[in-house]
């Protein structure tokens, strides 16, 4: 297989400048079971439509103010500005963003942004339209962001975009903010998950921080985008292998923060596949992959470095990508600040009392074969961090403990007719804070081939699995566990090289998200065959 069917439709353009669930459209199918689909995809299919969980509304009293609506036809940001509404002033239960689309004709899939007083809210990608049109939504609970959102805000987004003769889609898109008032025997959403400052971290500049900040998270919205191989690095080969898409390093990536230059956290990137993914736009035309709507900040606790923080000092924040060839773009990786400030003092001392990190591990073996390649690559990495703070509270020690890991076979046929990999990412992290205790255990997994016959038929069998298991201990509550399964999976076949009305496409795909806590219960499937809807089961 050539490298220009491997790649993703996002190849062609580059980005100018994100515990969450991307909502499919409202009208979603009601019926449990779908019509008769047709033999093969038409001009038309339906809607793009994820299985993920809705964000839950509270029944209050709400006001909804629109941050963005603009007509995206090249690589031109929308500016505008933002006001709170003087009739929901806050506090809020709740403050949730909706993102609606409508696009037709034909057009790549694009990669977009949505930043408010220079803080990232949104990264998302658009789904590849149909001739006669298609129209979606993300919905995202953004009341995290409610520091950010109490001021006036410039505001500024882009879905980077090229509109010509052969790509006519021109995207349209309207964003609005709904704010949920804390009212009619709601609370305040829990201060635990809404920080008191939100800062934005730019490139160059080192931000200072209150100098009472008792806990500190940063969230990186990193992606492997922008054009080039980076957009599947996950395929990617060393120097040496006779394969399209090369990294001196090969597949393993690693997406690492620092703090004055000292490593601070670690965590594998989630394996994003985009609507044209794959060499197979069919597979994603009404369910896209995990993801790939809203896509998720990388999180880390940069709480053991606090004390460091408050010293009053700017101090540097840089993030970076292990595995990415030096001097190689590819990765966006936008930094916001997180910050919870101790309330009963104006100043939080501490310290930094253990920094240990193993010897990464990064390796790639590559077995040439005359029918078929192979490479085996295996990586991984260790980093334990501790501090102390004296709090208003007391004196209270933090432990992050994170170990992440990848393994993966890639084979492919010279020529890439036949390319497939079999890939597993894990990310364990154990926070300790005083006597409480949050384990989380993340699992990405990628099974797929890609085959082209010798009658240019392109056939793709393709799975994703994106899963996480959170345990949490603390003092006076019984034990709570939440349990994540968003599992993806689908075979589309058509005929290259020829016209779009004969490709004779056809596709089968099932999303099926599954989601248990204390809390909340939602298990959702939704099966399509060519574009239609044929199975929508929901068992909670």
């Known amino acids: 297989m050539t490298r220009s069917r491997i790649t993703s439709a996002l190849g062609a353009l580059l980005l100018a ?10 009208a979603a199918a009601a019926s449990a ?3 008769v689909p047709p033999a093969e995809f038409g001009t038309d299919w339906h809607d793009p439509l994820t299985a993920d969980p809705p964000v839950e509304r509270p029944a209050t009293r709400s006001c909804q103010v629109t941050v963005a609506e603009a007509q995206f036809r090249d690589f031109t940001p929308y500016t505008g500005s933002y006001a709170p509404p003087p009739g929901c002033a806050g506090p809020w239960n709740r403050v949730v963003l909706r993102l609606d689309g409508k696009v037709k004709g034909r057009q790549y899939d694009r990669l977009g942004y949505l930043t408010m007083g220079g803080v990232e809210i949104l990264r998302t990608s658009t789904p590849e339209p149909s001739p006669d049109g298609i129209q979606w939504s993300v919905e995202k609970d953004v009341t995290r962001y409610a520091d950010t959102l109490r001021r006036p805000q410039p505001v500024e987004m882009l879905i980077g975009n090229v509109v010509n003769d052969t790509y006519t889609g021109v995207i349209d898109v309207k964003v609005t903010l709904t704010f949920y008032a804390a009212e009619g025997g709601t609370r305040p959403a829990d201060r635990t998950q809404v920080p008191d400052r939100v800062l934005p971290v730019t490139p160059g500049t080192a931000p200072t921080t209150p100098r009472n900040t008792e806990r500190i998270l940063a969230e990186v919205y990193a992606t492997g985008s922008g054009g080039g191989c980076e957009e599947y690095w996950y395929l990617t080969t060393p120097d040496a292998a006779p394969y399209s898409c090369k990294a001196a390093d090969g597949p393993y990536r690693e997406v690492q923060i620092r703090v004055d230059g000292t490593l601070a956290g670690i965590a594998a990137p989630f394996p994003t596949v985009w609507t044209g993914g794959w060499s197979n736009p069919f597979l994603w035309y009404v369910s896209p992959g995990p993801r ?72 790639s073996r590559w077995t040439p074969g005359p029918q078929e390649h192979r490479l085996d690559t295996e990586g991984g990495h260790r980093l334990t961090v501790a501090g102390y703070l004296d709090t208003s509270h007391g004196r209270v020690t933090t432990t992050v403990t994170r170990s992440v890991r990848n393994t993966s076979v890639h084979r492919w046929t010279e020529g890439e007719d036949r390319d497939a990999l079999q890939a597993t990412w894990t990310d364990e ?76 496409a056809t596709a089968t795909t ?31």
Do not use: K
């Not at 916001?336 to 990064?362: F, I, S």
């Not at 699995?465 to 599992?487: C, Q, S, V, Y």
């Not at 099926?512 to 929901?538: F, K, M, N, W």
């Open 292 to 363: 790939a709507f809203d896509v998720q900040p990388v999180v880390y606790d940069l709480t053991p470095f606090a004390a460091l923080f408050n010293d009053g000092r700017p101090h540097r924040v840089e993030v970076s990508v292990a595995g990415l060839p030096a001097g190689q773009s590819g990765w966006s990786t936008p930094t916001n600040l997180l910050l919870w400030q101790d309330a009963g003092r104006a100043v939080v001392t501490g310290g930094l009392t253990r920094h240990e990190q193993g010897e990464p591990a990064n390796s």
């Open 510 to 540: 099932t999303d099926h998200y599954r989601l248990y806590s204390p809390s909340t219960c939602h298990d959702r499937a939704i099966t399509t065959v060519q574009g239609t809807i044929t199975e929508d089961r929901r068992r909670c």
């Open 33 to 35: 079971t779908g019509p």
């Open 429 to 504: 992290e154990s926070v300790t804070s005083g006597r409480a205790t949050v384990r989380t255990e993340r699992t990405y997994t990628m099974d797929g081939e890609t085959t082209v016959g010798p009658d240019a038929r392109l056939r793709t069998v393709l799975s994703l699995g994106d899963r996480a298991e959170t345990r949490a201990t603390r003092p006076g509550r019984l034990p709570a566990r939440t349990f994540l399964d968003h599992t993806y999976t689908g075979d589309a076949s058509y005929t290259t090289g020829v016209p779009r009305d004969q490709r004779h």
């Open 17 to 26: 400048v994100g515990a969450l669930a991307a909502a499919g459209p409202a």
